[in-house]
Protein backbone atom coordinates (compact mmCIF):
# COMPACT_ATOMS: atom_id res chain seq x y z
CA UNK A 1 0.00 0.00 0.00
CA UNK A 2 2.04 3.20 -0.91
CA UNK A 3 2.44 5.39 1.97
CA UNK A 4 3.10 9.29 2.04
CA UNK A 5 6.05 9.45 0.69
CA UNK A 6 5.02 7.55 -2.12
CA UNK A 7 1.75 9.24 -2.28
CA UNK A 8 3.64 12.59 -2.24
CA UNK A 9 5.43 11.81 -5.50
CA UNK A 10 3.23 10.04 -7.25
CA UNK A 11 1.28 13.70 -6.81
CA UNK A 12 3.71 15.52 -7.67
CA UNK A 13 4.43 13.66 -10.99
CA UNK A 14 0.79 13.32 -11.96
CA UNK A 15 0.57 17.02 -11.89
CA UNK A 16 3.72 17.20 -14.30
CA UNK A 17 2.37 15.39 -16.58
CA UNK A 18 -1.28 16.30 -16.84
CA UNK A 19 -1.90 20.27 -15.12
CA UNK A 20 -3.75 22.30 -16.63
CA UNK A 21 -4.95 19.88 -19.33
CA UNK A 22 -8.88 19.33 -20.14
CA UNK A 23 -10.74 15.56 -18.61
CA UNK A 24 -12.50 15.53 -22.10
CA UNK A 25 -13.91 11.90 -21.31
CA UNK A 26 -14.08 10.21 -17.71
CA UNK A 27 -15.37 6.10 -17.90
CA UNK A 28 -16.52 4.93 -15.07
CA UNK A 29 -16.00 0.67 -15.44
CA UNK A 30 -16.93 0.52 -11.42
CA UNK A 31 -19.10 2.42 -9.44
CA UNK A 32 -20.17 0.92 -6.33
CA UNK A 33 -17.80 2.61 -4.36
CA UNK A 34 -18.77 6.42 -5.19
CA UNK A 35 -20.03 8.39 -3.15
CA UNK A 36 -22.33 10.04 -5.92
CA UNK A 37 -24.23 8.86 -8.94
CA UNK A 38 -22.42 8.44 -12.06
CA UNK A 39 -24.01 11.05 -14.20
CA UNK A 40 -23.12 13.53 -11.55
CA UNK A 41 -19.59 12.47 -11.04
CA UNK A 42 -18.98 13.04 -14.99
CA UNK A 43 -20.87 16.88 -14.80
CA UNK A 44 -18.72 17.33 -12.22
CA UNK A 45 -15.43 17.16 -14.26
CA UNK A 46 -15.76 16.50 -17.50
CA UNK A 47 -14.93 19.86 -19.51
CA UNK A 48 -12.92 21.10 -16.70
CA UNK A 49 -8.81 21.42 -16.58
CA UNK A 50 -7.12 19.32 -13.84
CA UNK A 51 -5.74 22.18 -11.80
CA UNK A 52 -3.52 20.75 -9.04
CA UNK A 53 -2.82 17.12 -7.82
CA UNK A 54 -2.24 16.46 -4.01
CA UNK A 55 -2.06 14.72 -1.14
CA UNK A 56 -4.18 14.34 2.14
CA UNK A 57 -3.23 11.56 4.27
CA UNK A 58 -3.02 8.46 2.19
CA UNK A 59 -5.52 10.07 -0.19
CA UNK A 60 -4.81 11.63 -3.70
CA UNK A 61 -6.37 14.60 -4.60
CA UNK A 62 -7.15 16.10 -7.84
CA UNK A 63 -8.40 19.57 -7.78
CA UNK A 64 -10.32 20.25 -10.74
CA UNK A 65 -11.47 23.51 -12.25
CA UNK A 66 -15.77 24.31 -11.44
CA UNK A 67 -14.25 23.90 -7.56
CA UNK A 68 -14.50 20.46 -7.52
CA UNK A 69 -12.18 17.65 -5.87
CA UNK A 70 -11.77 13.87 -6.63
CA UNK A 71 -10.36 11.77 -3.74
CA UNK A 72 -8.29 8.31 -4.65
CA UNK A 73 -8.06 6.47 -1.75
CA UNK A 74 -5.66 3.30 -3.60
CA UNK A 75 -6.66 0.83 -0.11
CA UNK A 76 -4.36 -2.16 -0.50
CA UNK A 77 -3.85 -2.66 -4.22
CA UNK A 78 -5.10 0.11 -5.86
CA UNK A 79 -2.59 1.70 -8.16
CA UNK A 80 -2.64 4.74 -11.36
CA UNK A 81 -1.82 3.40 -14.71
CA UNK A 82 -0.79 5.60 -17.47
CA UNK A 83 -2.72 4.74 -20.90
CA UNK A 84 -0.45 2.82 -23.55
CA UNK A 85 -1.98 1.68 -26.77
CA UNK A 86 0.13 -1.13 -26.78
CA UNK A 87 -0.48 -2.28 -23.02
CA UNK A 88 -3.99 -2.68 -22.07
CA UNK A 89 -4.56 -1.67 -18.48
CA UNK A 90 -6.62 -4.65 -16.61
CA UNK A 91 -9.17 -4.36 -13.31
CA UNK A 92 -10.23 -0.07 -13.95
CA UNK A 93 -12.23 1.72 -11.84
CA UNK A 94 -12.16 4.81 -12.87
CA UNK A 95 -10.26 6.00 -16.77
CA UNK A 96 -9.58 9.72 -17.11
CA UNK A 97 -9.30 10.56 -21.00
CA UNK A 98 -7.39 14.40 -21.58
CA UNK A 99 -7.39 16.47 -24.57
CA UNK A 100 -4.61 15.75 -26.92
CA UNK A 101 -5.07 11.90 -26.23
CA UNK A 102 -3.31 11.66 -22.69
CA UNK A 103 -4.96 10.04 -19.99
CA UNK A 104 -4.72 7.50 -17.01
CA UNK A 105 -6.97 4.77 -15.49
CA UNK A 106 -7.61 4.21 -11.62
CA UNK A 107 -7.02 0.59 -11.06
CA UNK A 108 -7.66 -2.37 -8.38
CA UNK A 109 -8.34 -6.24 -8.80
CA UNK A 110 -9.98 -6.28 -5.46
CA UNK A 111 -11.85 -3.27 -6.28
CA UNK A 112 -11.62 -2.01 -2.89
CA UNK A 113 -9.95 1.39 -4.02
CA UNK A 114 -12.33 4.50 -3.30
CA UNK A 115 -13.06 7.15 -5.64
CA UNK A 116 -14.95 9.87 -3.47
CA UNK A 117 -16.04 13.51 -4.84
CA UNK A 118 -15.53 16.58 -2.71
CA UNK A 119 -14.20 13.96 0.52
CA UNK A 120 -14.81 15.74 3.83
CA UNK A 121 -12.20 17.63 5.46
CA UNK A 122 -10.51 15.75 8.12
CA UNK A 123 -9.91 16.58 11.39
CA UNK A 124 -6.84 14.00 12.07
CA UNK A 125 -3.24 16.10 12.08
CA UNK A 126 -1.80 14.99 8.70
CA UNK A 127 2.23 13.71 9.48
CA UNK A 128 3.06 16.71 7.19
CA UNK A 129 0.47 19.03 8.12
CA UNK A 130 0.55 22.27 10.57
CA UNK A 131 -1.67 20.99 13.16
CA UNK A 132 0.98 17.97 13.79
CA UNK A 133 2.90 19.40 16.19
CA UNK A 134 5.13 18.08 19.14
CA UNK A 135 2.54 19.20 21.44
CA UNK A 136 0.17 17.56 20.01
CA UNK A 137 2.29 14.22 19.82
CA UNK A 138 3.55 14.33 22.98
CA UNK A 139 -0.27 14.63 24.63
CA UNK A 140 -1.48 11.71 22.06
CA UNK A 141 1.23 9.52 23.40
CA UNK A 142 0.36 10.26 26.91
CA UNK A 143 -2.30 9.19 26.87
CA UNK A 144 -2.43 5.85 24.85
CA UNK A 145 -1.72 2.34 26.38
CA UNK A 146 -1.21 0.46 22.90
CA UNK A 147 2.02 -0.40 21.19
CA UNK A 148 3.71 2.64 19.10
CA UNK A 149 3.63 1.12 16.45
CA UNK A 150 0.00 0.71 15.95
CA UNK A 151 -0.23 4.45 17.27
CA UNK A 152 1.88 5.41 14.27
CA UNK A 153 -0.67 3.90 11.65
CA UNK A 154 -3.62 4.53 13.04
CA UNK A 155 -5.49 7.09 10.71
CA UNK A 156 -7.65 8.29 12.88
CA UNK A 157 -4.56 9.51 15.27
CA UNK A 158 -2.63 10.84 12.51
CA UNK A 159 -2.75 10.37 9.08
CA UNK A 160 -0.18 8.83 6.44
CA UNK A 161 1.75 6.62 7.85
CA UNK A 162 1.57 3.15 6.82
CA UNK A 163 3.04 -0.53 8.23
CA UNK A 164 6.66 -0.28 6.02
CA UNK A 165 7.48 3.52 7.22
CA UNK A 166 6.14 3.42 11.00
CA UNK A 167 8.79 0.34 11.12
CA UNK A 168 11.47 3.09 9.20
CA UNK A 169 10.48 5.49 11.71
CA UNK A 170 11.22 3.47 14.96
CA UNK A 171 14.28 2.29 14.22
CA UNK A 172 15.40 5.70 12.90
CA UNK A 173 14.47 6.58 16.68
CA UNK A 174 15.70 3.23 18.21
CA UNK A 175 12.35 2.85 19.75
CA UNK A 176 11.02 -0.53 20.15
CA UNK A 177 7.57 -1.38 17.77
CA UNK A 178 5.91 -2.90 20.63
CA UNK A 179 6.96 0.19 23.51
CA UNK A 180 3.58 1.38 25.05
CA UNK A 181 2.57 4.77 24.21
CA UNK A 182 2.64 6.59 27.33
CA UNK A 183 5.43 4.51 28.74
CA UNK A 184 7.98 6.29 26.42
CA UNK A 185 10.09 9.14 28.40
CA UNK A 186 9.48 12.55 27.09
CA UNK A 187 13.12 12.95 25.67
CA UNK A 188 12.49 10.03 23.29
CA UNK A 189 8.98 10.79 22.35
CA UNK A 190 10.63 14.16 20.83
CA UNK A 191 13.18 11.92 19.16
CA UNK A 192 10.48 9.85 17.61
CA UNK A 193 8.61 12.82 16.33
CA UNK A 194 11.94 14.82 14.66
CA UNK A 195 12.16 11.22 13.28
CA UNK A 196 8.71 11.07 11.46
CA UNK A 197 9.75 14.60 9.92
CA UNK A 198 12.90 13.30 9.01
CA UNK A 199 12.61 9.73 7.85
CA UNK A 200 9.43 10.38 5.68
CA UNK A 201 11.28 13.71 3.79
CA UNK A 202 14.32 11.85 3.07
CA UNK A 203 12.17 8.78 1.31
CA UNK A 204 10.40 11.83 -0.72
CA UNK A 205 13.75 13.20 -1.68
CA UNK A 206 15.41 9.67 -2.51
CA UNK A 207 11.50 8.48 -4.47
CA UNK A 208 11.58 11.94 -6.81
CA UNK A 209 14.99 10.55 -7.93
CA UNK A 210 14.37 7.31 -8.63
CA UNK A 211 10.93 8.01 -10.09
CA UNK A 212 10.79 11.13 -11.84
CA UNK A 213 7.85 10.47 -13.79
CA UNK A 214 6.29 7.29 -12.58
CA UNK A 215 2.69 7.36 -10.38
CA UNK A 216 2.45 3.55 -10.81
CA UNK A 217 6.01 2.14 -8.94
CA UNK A 218 7.06 1.73 -5.39
CA UNK A 219 10.25 1.41 -4.75
CA UNK A 220 11.53 0.20 -1.75
CA UNK A 221 15.60 0.27 -2.02
CA UNK A 222 16.06 2.86 0.56
CA UNK A 223 14.56 1.41 3.80
CA UNK A 224 16.82 0.50 6.12
CA UNK A 225 15.14 -2.65 7.91
CA UNK A 226 11.35 -3.24 6.11
CA UNK A 227 12.32 -5.10 3.82
CA UNK A 228 12.83 -9.09 3.45
CA UNK A 229 15.63 -9.11 1.61
CA UNK A 230 17.87 -7.47 4.25
CA UNK A 231 19.31 -9.66 7.27
CA UNK A 232 20.84 -6.85 8.98
CA UNK A 233 20.00 -3.26 9.39
CA UNK A 234 23.00 -0.47 8.47
CA UNK A 235 24.36 -0.55 12.18
CA UNK A 236 25.01 -4.16 11.78
CA UNK A 237 22.05 -5.70 13.84
CA UNK A 238 20.01 -8.78 12.65
CA UNK A 239 16.85 -7.69 11.20
CA UNK A 240 13.87 -9.89 13.25
CA UNK A 241 10.30 -10.17 12.02
CA UNK A 242 6.92 -10.15 14.02
CA UNK A 243 3.27 -10.80 12.06
CA UNK A 244 0.52 -9.28 13.71
CA UNK A 245 -3.35 -9.30 12.30
CA UNK A 246 -1.60 -10.29 8.79
CA UNK A 247 1.23 -7.50 9.19
CA UNK A 248 4.83 -7.94 9.35
CA UNK A 249 6.79 -5.84 11.62
CA UNK A 250 10.58 -5.75 10.42
CA UNK A 251 12.69 -4.45 13.92
CA UNK A 252 16.30 -5.16 15.70
CA UNK A 253 17.34 -5.38 18.83
CA UNK A 254 19.11 -1.96 19.19
CA UNK A 255 15.70 -0.29 19.42
CA UNK A 256 14.82 0.22 23.46
CA UNK A 257 11.41 -1.21 24.43
CA UNK A 258 9.32 0.84 27.18
CA UNK A 259 6.47 -0.71 29.05
Known amino acids: MPELPDLEVFAANLEKQFKNKTLETLHIEYGKKLNVTQKELK ?31 LMLHGQLKKLDPEAPVKYRILTFHFK ?19 PEPSKVPDAFGKDFTLTYFKELLAKKGIQIKQLLMDQKLIRGIGNTYADEILWHARISPFSIAKAIPEQKV ?46 GYEIKTDTTGGRKTYYTEEQELFK
Open 43 to 73: EKLEGHQLKEVSREGKTLQLHFGGGNVLGLH
Open 100 to 118: GGDGFAFTDFQKQATPTLN
Open 190 to 235: KALYEAIDEVLRKEIMNLTKAIPDDFDAEVRDFLKVHDYKLEKSPT
